[in-house]
């Protein structure tokens, strides 16, 4: 799958989206790094990227393997869709070419973020806003949600999860977050 982006490079605050370029080379050792630490599926293919960075730490890309992180979500979601974490509007976009969401609210903590990318997504489906997950209080019952507002995958992010499942079970008919099952994975390893 193949996801456009018609972003502008900027930066506002500590936010920053950016192309960069990953050679054949890069690729190749992010490749071997990826097999080493038993995650052959991150590994990506030379191109050029976007990636949304918060004082230099990187938050997200497009790569093929991020894209790969939201293929089945993006595959399912149909109706009203709620979403957590704008980040580069990567799954926003999907749903819109897909052409099979009525409403898609997404909820982003940052205005700097939203002020960067958010003009990129000006269609009447799409509506932005600015709250902390944990804080925002649906309108609207939901077919989808995805939530998406961890820059790393790690066993620290399941009970924040879990808690966003549970706080939105009434009003969201199917949940997931990014990289659930690695991160239940890890969590219950750090046990």
Known sequence: MKINLNLKEGQK????PSQF??????????????????????????????RLTESGYLYMTN???????????????????????????????????????EHI????????????????????????????????KPQMHYDYAWFD?????CGDNFPQMKKLHRKFAAHVSNRDSWCYKECRRAHKADL
Not at 13 to 16: A, E, P, R
Not at 108 to 135: A, T
Request: net charge negative; proline share 5%.
């Open 105 to 136: 609210t997404v909820v982003e903590l940052s205005q700097d973020v939203i002020d960067l990318v958010g003009p990129s997504y000006n269609d009447p489906r799409v509506e932005i806003v600015c709250c902390d997950i944990f804080k925002f």
């Open 149 to 153: 507002i961890w820059p790393d995958i």
């Open 13 to 16: 605050g500590n936010w920053k």
């Open 63 to 101: 790569t093929p393997a991020e894209i790969r992180d939201h293929t089945q979500f993006i595959n399912k979601a149909c109706g009203n869709v709620l979403i957590a974490g704008l980040g580069l509007g990567m799954v926003v976009q999907a749903l819109l070419d897909k052409g099979t969401c």
């Open 21 to 50: 370029t990953v050679t054949e080379d890069e690729a190749a050792m992010h490749r071997i790094r990826c097999i080493v630490n038993h995650y052959p599926e991150r590994a990506i293919t030379a191109g050029t990227y976007w």
